[in-house]
Nanobody, 116 residues
Framework: QVQLVESGGGLVQPGESLRLSCAAS????????MLWYRQAPGKEREFVAS????????NYADSVRGRFTISRDNAKNTVALQMNSLKPEDTAVYYC?????????WGQGTQVTVSS
């Protein structure tokens, strides 16, 4: 019953930045841990970043740690992913995921393409 809508994807050059946003509705946003995953063509969907329900703790995949920052605004029911120093290997569809007690909901994804 939770709906998630990602936005902010696009085409950027290597080294540039992009900010993704995920808007949630239909649930108690503040009770969910929020995560970002990404999936490139022909590859498994992989974990990118996570943030706890109150936003006090974050975790990142080794491939993005130091470049990406996850944040949330519970008052606005949104979670964001600030992506800096983008690399071609960051190219993928990025998905927002809401998780609570083993129950999860996926967004539809937003395309990020890093290319010169």
């Amino acid at each position: 019953q939770v709906q998630l809508v990602e936005s902010g994807g696009g085409l950027v050059q290597p080294g540039e930045s992009l900010r993704l946003s995920c808007a949630a509705s239909g649930g108690t946003f503040s009770s969910y841990a929020m995560l970002w995953y990404r999936q490139a063509p022909g590859k498994e969907r992989e974990f990118v970043a996570s943030i706890t329900s109150i936003g006090g703790s974050t975790n990142y995949a080794d491939s993005v740690r130091g470049r990406f920052t996850i944040s949330r605004d519970n008052a606005k029911n949104t979670v964001a992913l600030q992506m800096n120093s983008l690399k071609p290997e960051d190219t993928a569809v990025y998905y927002c995921y809401a998780l609570n007690i083993g129950k999860g909901y996926w967004g539809q994804g937003t395309q990020v393409t890093v290319s010169s």
